[in-house]
């Protein structure tokens, strides 16, 4: 199983980006699956995640700027960032949620916030 997260790029402060994780999987409608995000020498964190039905959590960094949504037929999933901190730098990845443990990891896609 490949998880192929593209998207990411330099933004300044206040920006939008889009990010898309497509997932090589012909069950990927059943797994709830969740953006994670790693900072050099910090541990990887879920930032947002979203169930097979749809509903969705975040953590309280991103609540309200980031929205994460899902096209089961495309098997591919999305990370709307809005309103981009400084902070939200990092490298973004998918996988299921909320342990990541579901599949081997991508290589992530780079985001870099400028203030």
């Known amino acids: 199983v490949q998880l192929q997260a593209s998207g990411g790029g330099l933004v300044q402060a206040g920006g939008s980006l889009r990010l898309s994780c497509t997932a090589s999987?012909?069950?990927?409608?059943?797994?709830?699956w969740g953006w994670f995000r790693q900072d050099p020498g910090k541990q990887r964190e879920l930032v947002a995640q979203i169930t097979s039905g749809g509903a969705t959590n975040y953590a309280d960094s991103v609540k309200g700027r980031f929205t994460i949504s899902r096209d089961n037929a495309k098997r591919t999933m999305y990370l709307q960032m809005n309103s981009l901190k400084p902070e939200d730098t990092a490298v973004y990845y998918c996988?299921?949620?909320?342990?990541?443990?579901?599949?081997?990891w991508g290589q992530g896609t780079l985001v870099t916030v400028s203030s």
């Open positions: 996988n299921t949620a909320p342990r990541g443990t579901g599949y081997k």
């Open positions: 999987l012909s069950i990927f409608s059943l797994n709830a």
